[in-house]
């Protein structure tokens, strides 16, 4: 980083696309102008599906469970006392992910997704509807951070969201044995792409 | 170094400083350049070390649901199903982190010799508060390495075990009557366990020689 003027250029405070592009331009002063387009090209395009779009796609997952336990507490028919404690315990959980998400999505300079509308049917009409959407949900969101956790490059949002994904896992597994399941359908969990999440839980985004 | 990994490492440093800015567009320029950076080796070191950690806890708790199984102990149904199922889970375990240590050109972690005897002889009460207690370790030493994994397609095999480390210590936990609050012990978020304190907790079942 020789180059006075480049050098001078503030980091604190640019976005991450500022930042990687002045990165490029660096480069691009020793290697020449035509060595630099694809750089930047997947450098914009790596930011576009970039930590803060991961974040907002878990976001958007941790609404929908949040929804779906909030509604089932209020309007569930036929839980049992156990059931009904479940899901307390689980929609507080996803209440603080989607705290969680928020703060760290605006903390890398992002926006946080709005909450999405959504609907769940007949899913609480019983208990076992209930429990066999629950599971469903959980399962689905252990697949979808299995899958887009990798693509992080934030170590630090890294680590928070395998704090939250084990935390779906152990969701996953308490629901499963509450509807009399095993509690890992497999040895190893199934990692969703975000199509696949996305696809997954299409059915109850209105 | 994998291909993966090698460019994951280039990202990185794209990401944070000019000078990776350059390494990658030196990358991209020759792709196929097989001089890697001299911190490569090290790394995929790291990886390996980090994967034969990981077969150690494996193989603790493969052998403890064996013995829990062979010792006849468990009499509850659930239980003893979970313990064969689990059992068969960590086994797979096994196998697939030392095909992946090899995979690496590692040498895996050899099987280490446990005892279980103390467990055993406390009957099934303090079985499954002993399954409870390794499942909810191996979830968090997991955890704790995963932000460790230099290659990417490691991380994503770790994290497929680790939440399936996961779904039995909360199933182990709620067995075990610590209710649902009790199941998910660190609330809405799971903390890590760094690898000299998950050694040090399963010290008490390697056996000494």
Redesign the interface.
């Known amino acids: 980083m020789e180059n006075s003027e480049l050098g001078a250029v503030e980091v604190h405070g640019t976005t991450r696309s500022a930042f990687l592009l002045r990165g490029a331009l660096a480069a691009g002063a020793v290697l020449g102008a035509g060595a630099v387009s694809p750089f930047v090209r997947d450098a914009l395009a790596q930011d576009d599906g970039g930590d803060g779009a991961i974040l907002n796609f878990a976001l958007t997952l941790e609404y929908l469970e949040a929804t779906f336990y909030e509604r089932a507490l209020r309007k569930g028919k036929g839980l049992s006392p156990d059931t009904r404690a479940l899901a307390l315990e689980l929609h507080e959980n996803e209440r603080a992910h989607v705290d969680a998400l928020r703060t760290a999505i605006k903390g890398i300079g992002g926006t946080p997704a709005a909450a999405p509308q959504v609907g769940f049917g007949m899913a609480f009409t019983s208990e076992a509807s209930f429990l066999k959407l629950a599971q469903s949900l959980e399962d689905t969101g252990v697949s979808a951070y299995n899958g887009a956790a990798p693509s992080l490059r934030s170590a630090e949002l890294l680590g928070a969201a395998g704090g939250i994904v084990q935390v779906e896992a152990r969701h996953a597994s308490l629901i499963r044995l509450q509807g009399g399941l095993l509690p890992t359908p497999d040895a190893f969990d199934k990692a969703l792409g975000r199509d696949e999440a996305a696809a997954a839980v299409k059915p109850f985004m209105r | 170094m994998p291909a993966t990994s090698r460019k994951q490492f280039l990202?990185?440093l794209?990401?944070t400083?000019?000078?990776?800015?350059?390494l990658?567009?030196c990358g991209?320029?020759g792709d196929k350049r097989p001089a890697a950076p001299p911190a490569a080796k090290s790394m995929s070191g790291d990886d390996v070390a980090i994967l034969n950690f990981a077969l150690t806890l494996e193989y603790v708790e493969s052998d403890f649901y064996d013995a829990v199984v062979r010792s006849g102990v468990v009499k509850d149904r659930t239980v003893l199903e979970?313990a064969k199922?689990?059992g068969?889970?960590e086994r797979?375990?096994v196998g697939?982190l030392s095909f992946a240590v090899v995979g690496m050109g590692g040498k895996p972690a050899a099987r280490p010799k446990t005892t279980f005897d103390d467990v055993l002889a406390g009957g099934p009460r303090k079985v499954l508060d002993t399954a409870a207690m390794v499942e909810n370790l191996g979830?968090a030493a997991y955890?704790g390495q995963?932000?460790r994994l230099r290659d990417?397609?490691l991380?994503?095999?770790a994290?497929?075990?680790?939440?399936?480390e996961?779904?039995?210590?909360?199933?182990l936990n709620?067995l075990a009557g610590k209710g649902?609050?009790g199941?998910?012990p660190?609330?809405?978020?799971?903390?890590?366990l760094a690898m000299d304190a998950a050694l040090k907790a399963v010290k008490p079942f390697i056996a000494k020689d």
């Open positions: 990202r990185t794209g990401a400083s000019a000078a990776g800015a350059l990658t567009a991209r320029a979970l199922r689990f068969e889970t797979l375990h697939a979830a955890l995963a932000t990417k397609d991380l994503a095999r994290l497929s075990i680790h939440t399936v996961a779904r039995h210590a909360a199933a709620s649902f609050r199941a998910l660190d609330g809405a978020f799971a903390k890590p």
